[in-house]
């Protein structure tokens, strides 16, 4: 097919369509004067950098099908399997551009790029796109189509990381389960998750996190989720939300999302928040209130410190189980995944099974005995809900001899130096042996505890006179990095 453009300076632009993929190339010529021209497409593919070409048209089925030759991604190009497919991603101080020569070297197949002037002249393996993060989450969502997978969606303000693994661990006692890995639950996280998908996963769980409106809109978007939960809602983020009603709005991009398919939503039904905005969907749900229409119904037994609850299914026997969770507000992340399991038709049996046995690794809710202390980790996030929970929960074991240390909650915004206040007023009252506060939100508040500024210094403190015979809860934002303390406690 041949094409000519009359320009307005008079140049004259003619195209020629020649050749399939890989060598499908939209070749220009400028007659008088290289022009710079773009076409309203998506993915495109780079072959004569020396042309001033914006974008080249490549179909998303053609990129799909490239992926199906060379099924692993990478964003890294220290991490580059062979054969994957390095897609350039940007950040605050980094281009992937820069690196797509090296992901290349290094075994990648293809690099998909967003800047021309990183592409080789004649090279087939650059793939030039108008967007290269936009073209990662358009991948995964036609992967994730393409599949059919059952896909079920969970989100929360608080748990919603533990509850995905609790989820993920009791529907793989009877499924094929694909589920996040970490935390991987941003807009790259995400569509990376997708793209693991193969086709003998049977369900899959996708956590997706927020910290600004919409950001969970842009998520359902990608992931299309056929079933979701939120776990709660509270005041985190608030720098990004504006306010606790962003946070529920947000999350419940969810719910809206899953409206408009009629779908089925797992439920807490004790929290107003969630009852509150989950009209037009089938409700499934768990709960410790002991309500007729409950799915799993649950009862907190112990705390000491590992939580001990009992759970069952309408009338039937209670059913007994021993977590190597902390905290009393676990029992509704177990009783979470014991409703949707019960849901896709897991046997109880199984449930408890998969419940008794899990066991966090990811610096939350852990327990780690050391020679001088027993360490209650809960340091990758916080904000005023979880860290109100975990004080509460702290405040109320069985236990003697009970030291904090906690650092701040980031992202709060203008409320920020009220809700630090807030805890160390319940601190006051608390009546635990030690209390050691650090990094600069906390060094505002009014109190006599003692106050570090940074990580460094309570490493030193610690060096100078090691805490031994304690119960040590560890909670701060994961930047405060207290994480950092358990080997030396």
């Known amino acids: 097919m041949f094409l000519c453009f009359l320009m307005p300076n008079g140049h004259i632009i003619s195209a020629v369509f020649i050749l399939p993929f890989p060598q499908h190339l939209l070749l220009l010529h400028c007659i008088g004067s290289a022009v710079a021209m773009e076409f309203p497409s998506t993915f495109n593919q780079q072959a004569q950098p020396s042309l001033t070409v914006k974008a080249l048209a490549m179909d998303i089925s053609e990129l799909y099908n490239i992926f199906k030759e060379h099924p692993v991604v990478t964003t890294d190009s220290r991490d580059c399997p062979n054969g994957s497919i390095f897609f350039a991603l940007k950040g605050a101080s980094f281009n992937g551009n820069a690196f797509a020569a090296k992901a290349l070297e290094q075994g990648c197949s293809y690099a998909v790029i967003d800047e021309q002037q990183y592409a080789v002249a004649n090279d087939t393996r650059y793939i030039l796109t108008d967007n290269c993060l936009h073209t990662l989450q358009q991948l995964a969502n036609y992967h994730r189509r393409a599949l059919g997978t059952t896909v079920i969606g969970v989100t929360g303000t608080n748990g919603k990381t533990t509850t995905k693994e609790l989820i993920s661990a009791v529907l793989t006692e009877k499924y094929n389960v694909l589920y996040t890995q970490g935390n991987f639950n941003n807009d790259i996280g995400v569509p990376k998750t997708l793209l693991r998908l193969k086709s003998e996963h049977q369900i899959a ?11 969970i809109k842009t998520l359902v978007d990608i992931v299309e989720p056929d079933y979701g939960i939120i776990t709660n809602v509270g005041m985190a983020h608030l720098q990004g939300f504006g306010s606790f009603e962003g946070v529920v709005r947000t999350k419940g991009e969810l719910y809206d999302y899953l409206r408009t398919k009629h779908a089925t939503i797992f439920i807490h039904n004790e929290n107003p928040y969630l009852m509150g905005m989950s009209n037009g969907l089938a409700l499934v749900k768990y709960g410790t209130n002991d309500a007729d229409d409950l799915c799993a119904d649950g009862q907190l037994e112990a705390c000491a410190p590992y939580l001990t609850f009992k759970w069952r299914h309408g009338a039937s026997q209670w059913h007994h189980i021993q977590t190597h969770l902390i905290g009393s507000y676990n029992i509704y992340n177990m009783l979470a995944a014991a409703c949707i399991g019960l849901y896709f038709k897991v046997s109880m049996e199984q449930i408890d099974h998969a419940l008794s046995h899990y066991v966090p690794t990811n610096n939350r809710s852990e327990l780690e005995t050391t020679p001088d202390n027993k360490l209650i980790i809960d340091a990758y996030n916080a904000n005023p ?53 650090v990094g600069s939100e906390f060094k505002k508040t ?44």
């Open 446 to 489: 009014d109190c006599d505890f003692r106050k570090f500024d940074n990580v460094e210094e309570v490493k030193a403190a610690i060096a100078e006179n090691q805490p031994k015979g304690y119960y040590i809860l560890i909670k701060g934002s994961n930047s405060t990095k207290l994480y950092l303390l358990k080997d030396l406690l």
């Open 385 to 437: 809900t979880s860290m109100n929970a975990a004080l509460t929960n702290f405040k109320g074991m069985a236990v003697s001899h009970k030291m904090v240390i906690l650092g701040d909650m980031k992202e709060l915004g203008e409320v920020s130096q009220a809700e630090h206040q807030k805890v160390v007023d319940f601190l006051k009252d608390a009546d635990f042996e030690h209390v050691w506060l």
């Open 205 to 215: 769980v996708v956590e997706m996190g927020a910290s600004h409106p919409g950001d």
